[in-house]
């Protein structure tokens, strides 16, 4: 059964930087497309980020946040830098079986596995 496992997040001050991770097990991790969501209380889950199989595609919705990957330690990253409040939510990494090596996947139900996400707090 394949895992998707976050971790990273925590409380951190507008104008700082976090870095949440998210590990794989249990399928073959170059496979997938693998995306960042967030969620905020009383909204609807949004796209952050995304990154193809092979790491030569990307893209993300902020320009302070870059999204990586590393298929030896089947571990997909992001960093967000210059945090603001409004980007306090729960992040979600999610997975998504793609046939290319350059796909990328924008939208929720596009993804096939989530994990169960991890709490980002900036406070003002």
């Known amino acids: 059964q394949v895992q998707l496992v976050e971790s990273g997040g925590g409380l951190v001050q507008a104008g700082g930087s976090l870095r949440v991770s998210c590990v794989v097990s249990g399928g073959t991790f170059s496979t997938y497309v693998m995306g960042w969501f967030r969620q905020a209380p009383g909204k609807e889950r949004e796209f952050v980020a995304a990154i193809s199989r092979n790491g030569g595609l990307t893209d993300a919705t902020e320009g302070r946040f870059t999204i990586a990957r590393d298929n030896a330690k089947n571990t997909v990253y992001l960093q967000m830098n210059s945090l603001k409040p409004e980007d306090t939510a729960v992040y979600y990494c999610?997975?998504?079986?793609?046939?290319?090596?350059?796909?990328?996947?924008?939208?929720?139900?596009?993804?096939?596995?989530w994990g169960q996400g991890t709490r980002v707090t900036v406070s003002s």
């Open positions: 999610a997975a998504g079986f793609a046939p290319g090596l350059l796909q990328l996947k924008r939208f929720p139900e596009e993804y096939d596995l």
